[in-house]
């Protein structure tokens, strides 16, 4: 289980990724955290449930439960913001006017195949937006522990999870590591934690490949 701190760790990282001008659609889980540390950078937030525009995070006494994300979080809206019905929320993101779709996992494998819908023999409440967004987005970053609730690793060799779709992940970030994958190959290319690189090849299924002078935040 992550801690709140390790949590804001990888939607800081993430947020270092999204540039100025982009429609960001953010999934559930770690990525509902990133309109919180986008400091002034300037991009649409989009939530599947009906919103362009999403803001930060209101404080508590200013909550309001009728505006929600995908995620049943409370969010804001900011100056500009659009609100619609799901269908056209649907429409853009099938029509391919998402740029960047931040989504959490259950696997990735080396490849970046994503499996981040159903657990086999576990009661699956629906896809939701999960298959649209790989399908749609122009660019796909999950945001991810490392390992699961059973302490199994995340980035596998083989899903052997349902996968969500043929389209396939741009970059992970967990909260020991960023991994890019690119020609069927994934790629480390930043330590984010104190773990040393032997310890996350222990904690990491998959093959990945690496410059030697590889940095460590």
């Given amino acids: 289980m992550l801690s709140n701190d390790q949590r804001v760790k990888i939607a800081k990282r993430v947020a270092e990724e999204l540039k100025n001008g982009e429609v960001i659609n953010l999934g559930v889980g770690i990525p509902t955290l990133i309109p919180d540390y986008l400091s002034d950078k300037k991009v649409y937030l989009h939530s599947e449930n ?48 998402v740029d960047t779709a931040v989504l959490g996992a259950l696997q990735v494998d ?54 969500s779709g043929v389209r396939k992940a741009d970059m992970l970030v967990t909260e020991h590591a960023v991994f890019k994958f690119q020609n069927n190959q994934c790629e480390l290319i930043e330590i984010l934690s104190d773990i040393s690189l032997e310890e996350l090849k222990e904690i990491t299924d998959a093959n990945f490949i690496y410059n030697e002078k590889i940095t460590q935040k």
């Fill in 50 to 97: 009906g919103l362009l525009g999403m803001g930060p995070t209101p404080p508590e006494n200013e909550q309001d439960m009728d505006l929600i994300s995908a995620s049943k979080k409370p969010i804001t809206m900011e100056k500009g913001a659009s609100l619609f019905d799901s269908s056209n929320s649907f429409v853009m993101i099938r029509g391919g006017h």
């Fill in 110 to 163: 080396e490849t970046g195949e994503i499996a981040n819908w159903a657990i086999p023999g576990k009661t699956i409440l629906g896809v939701g937006g999960a298959m649209d967004l790989v399908a749609g987005a122009k660019q796909i970053i999950i945001a991810s522990s490392h390992l699961s609730k059973n302490d199994e690793p995340k980035l596998v060799k083989e899903l052997t999870f349902p996968r």
